[in-house]
């Protein structure tokens, strides 16, 4: 078998917008299904209780996030640099950006998450403030056809 090491810059590396998260593709581990995807979130910005089939691990880079487990009686942990949350498959969370400055964090995860996040990402910076009801409704189609369940939420 061949073994190839390569190098991928972070200036390089393919940036979508998903919702308000700024996120950057920058790596594939060859020969598995796990990828690197960089997460700028600003303020207010996170993602809605739900569930999927992949599991993650978040290193937070900076900043803070709080993430919520929702297996039982909600708990929110909140997490600042150097920090590492992991969610496993199935498990019901979420993530929010609480504080008043954007936090970044290292996200690993499965191909199928990232074929979600390129399904929904755009490459124009979305407006600040909440999302819009297109925009939600994008989101929970996208869900629906991913395997996403949104706690509370159809399907």
């Excluded at 598995?32 to 600003?42: G, T």
């Excluded at 992949?54 to 937070?60: C, G, K, L, N």
């Excluded at 369940?149 to 159809?154: A, F, K, Q, Y």
Aim: charged letters at 20%.
């Amino acid at each position: 078998m061949k073994s190839t090491v390569t190098l991928n810059r972070f200036e390089d590396a393919p940036a979508l917008w998903i919702v308000r998260d700024h996120a950057r593709f920058v790596g594939d581990l060859p020969d598995s299904n796990l990828a690197l995807v960089e997460f700028e979130v600003p303020p207010g910005s996170g993602t809605p209780p739900h569930t999927h089939a992949s599991p993650e691990i978040f290193r937070i880079l900076s900043g803070e996030i709080t993430f919520g487990a929702f297996d039982g009686e909600p708990t929110f942990l909140t997490a600042g640099p150097g920090s590492v949350v992991s969610v496993p498959s199935m498990a019901a969370h979420n993530y929010e950006n609480r504080s008043g400055a954007p936090a970044r964090m290292l996200v690993v995860l499965d191909q199928s998450m990232v074929t979600f996040f390129k399904e929904l990402g755009k490459t124009e910076q979305p407006p600040a403030g909440p999302p819009s009801d297109e925009e939600i409704s994008e989101v929970m189609a996208a869900c629906a056809r991913h395997g996403i369940h949104i706690l509370g939420g159809p399907g």
